[in-house]
């Protein structure tokens, strides 16, 4: 009984694994004219960069969700994704209740999407607040620089940013602390590759020295910052 069970979970995790694909296997999926594909972000996310072909249905608005959602033809092969897969993991669950059964996702959302160098249609003009020349200026210090990458929907971020803002005060004999918006600065992010967040940087004579990709607590940025130094 207990094989026969384990069997059971196996083949539905496999299942499971076969609808979340990596961009790549996204990519190969949505090369047809006969798929839905999705972009469950808000309109801003989605006027600042989509897939191409991709229509804009809100999950966060989710009576609008609910009611636009039931115009989508439900027989046919559909493609979800969001910005890093936390809100098309939730429009999985509800579109698989609500019938829709032939339902992949794109693991890592449109962050792996980038990351990857796929193509994107853009709504909105450009509107990088630093082009490469710039943020490389930003380097030409004698200090050490600290540089994080954050957005407003990044809820780490909007965590370490008190304290990131304390410990540059108190270094600011040794450190140069800026803070860099990843909304508001789209190519450079794609230049720099930085497709996660939140991402706080160092750097030596214009050479990046350590990183960091993950919510990291105040002391332990301070241990790190002291050898840096």
Not at 21 to 50: C, M, P, W
Not at 199 to 221: A, G, H, P
Request: hydrophobic share 35%; glycine share 4%; charged share 25%.
């Amino acid at each position: 009984m207990n094989k026969f069970l384990f069997i059971i979970s196996l083949f539905l995790f496999s299942c499971s694994n076969d609808t979340k694909l990596t961009a790549e296997k996204f990519l190969e999926g949505i090369n047809s004219s006969k798929i839905n594909l999705i972009d469950v972000r808000t309109y801003d996310e989605f006027a600042s960069g989509h897939i191409p072909n991709a229509i804009n249905i809100d999950f966060n608005n989710f009576s609008e969700f609910q009611e636009n959602i039931n115009l989508i033809e439900k027989d046919k092969p559909t493609y979800i994704y969001c910005l890093s897969g936390g809100r098309s993991a939730k429009a999985y669950s509800y579109l698989k209740e609500i019938g829709f059964n032939n339902l992949y996702e794109l693991d890592g959302g449109i962050l792996d999407w980038r990351k990857n160098k796929f193509s994107e249609n853009n709504l909105l003009k450009p509107t990088d607040e630093f082009n490469l020349d710039q943020f490389n200026g930003l380097l030409n210090a004698d200090k050490l620089v600290m540089i994080s990458f954050n957005a407003k929907w990044c809820a780490p971020c909007i965590k370490m940013k008190p304290f990131l803002e304390k410990i540059a005060e108190e270094e600011s004999d040794n450190l140069i602390y800026y803070p860099i918006n990843y909304d508001n600065n789209k190519g450079l992010m794609n230049e720099l590759e930085i497709y996660s967040l939140p991402t706080i940087n160092f750097y030596k004579n214009k050479k990046l020295v350590f990183s960091i990709n993950e919510y990291s607590d105040e002391q332990s940025l301070k241990k790190v910052i002291s050898k840096l130094i």
